[in-house]
């Protein structure tokens, strides 16, 4: 596609339920990234794919988080579990390569959880 | 690990000039980015900078001192529109952009 998509956009959730959230990069990206933003912070990284492996996970909260990209392009981001804390806007950027120049957002999605 | 410093709120008049500056400290250097983002909005990118020295683009300018940690984003005729958070963003070794907390630029008339 022509930019980075992200669906849902909005998602509220119950204390304790399970969530994904899905990321469809730019086509040929093979550099994909999840970030967490909070309120008035900037976005805190989570985890990085290059191609199809996780390239790094060190921000992770914790093993209630996991993502995958099975085939190199589609991520999913799956939050179990959920907790209050876990609200935030979740974002996913890709890039052609893992240089990190010529990064591009997607618009988000919003997760509550109440 | 990286630790990127930023005002938090700056202001400014319409038509003025503003420099919003970034100080870091990192293990690595692969890059420096300044993004713009709008309320609600994804963060868009501004400029990438991995060499020292400034680099011009329209009414934005990105400056950068490796040997400093410190870089500053220049915006020229400010319009309303520019009222944003800007973001730095420092990527290290493993190429991975760490962000600052932003700085949010008020623009009034």
């Known amino acids: 596609g022509a930019g980075v998509s992200q669906t849902p956009s909005n998602k509220v959730t119950e204390k304790g339920k399970y969530v994904e959230l899905r990321c469809d990069p730019i086509?040929?990206?093979?550099?994909l990234y999840w970030y967490r933003q909070s309120l008035g912070q900037g976005p805190e990284f989570l985890i990085y794919f290059q191609g199809t492996g996780a390239a790094d996970d060190s921000g992770l909260p914790n093993d209630r988080f996991f993502a995958v990209r099975p085939e190199g392009s589609v991520s999913t981001l799956k939050i179990q579990r959920t907790e209050r804390g876990d609200s935030a806007v979740y974002l996913c950027?890709?890039?052609?390569?893992?240089?990190?120049?010529?990064?591009?957002f997607g618009s988000g999605t919003r997760l509550t959880v109440v | 690990g990286q630790n990127i410093d930023q005002p938090t709120e700056m202001t400014a008049t319409e038509g003025a000039i503003v420099q919003i500056n970034c100080t870091y400290q990192t293990s690595g250097f692969n890059g420096l980015f300044w993004y713009q983002q709008h309320a609600g909005e994804a963060p868009t990118f501004l400029s990438y900078?991995?060499?020292?020295g400034l680099e011009e683009k329209g009414r934005f300018s990105s400056f950068l001192s490796r040997s400093k940690g410190y870089s500053y984003l220049l915006l020229k005729e400010l319009q309303m529109k520019d009222s944003a958070s800007y973001l730095c963003a420092v990527a290290g070794g493993s190429y991975i952009p760490t962000f600052g907390r932003g700085t949010s630029l008020i623009v009034h008339p």
């Open positions: 950027a890709s890039s052609p390569e893992a240089s990190g120049n010529g990064y591009t």
């Open positions: 086509s040929g990206h093979t550099a």
């Open positions: 900078n991995v060499l020292d």
